[in-house]
């Protein structure tokens, strides 16, 4: 259970990421509050699944989830460049996340 939430973390780290670049440096107040959420959230959620996960692989996971997430939003609906670097970096990400994943570590 403790790696379910850490993955939904991860997706909310890309959540508070993404509405801080729509904060525009915290002048815009929905987007400033949907990122005080999320990050509470995420990082409410990540603190729980500590409590039973290693930490470093628990915190490559959740960051590696809001990373390569929140590069996916950036490139397909913030307009932002895309490359075959780019798409094969996150690859890597993704195969890096299921590895430390597939090591069972915290089991």
């Not at 990122?35 to 603190?47: E, Q």
């Amino acid at each position: 259970m403790a790696w379910v939430v850490l993955m939904v973390s991860g997706v909310l780290e890309a959540g508070w990421a993404i509405s801080l670049k729509l904060s525009e440096g915290f002048s815009k107040l929905v987007p400033s509050l949907w990122f005080l959420v999320l990050a509470a959230a995420s990082f409410s959620g990540l603190a729980w699944a500590m409590r039973t996960l290693p930490v470093g692989p628990a915190y490559a996971v959740w960051t590696g989830i809001g990373a390569a997430l929140t590069a996916v939003i950036g490139m397909f609906w913030l307009g932002e460049s895309v490359s075959v670097l780019k798409l094969v970096s996150l690859v890597l990400i993704v195969a890096g996340v299921i590895g430390l994943n597939l090591t069972g570590a915290g089991h």
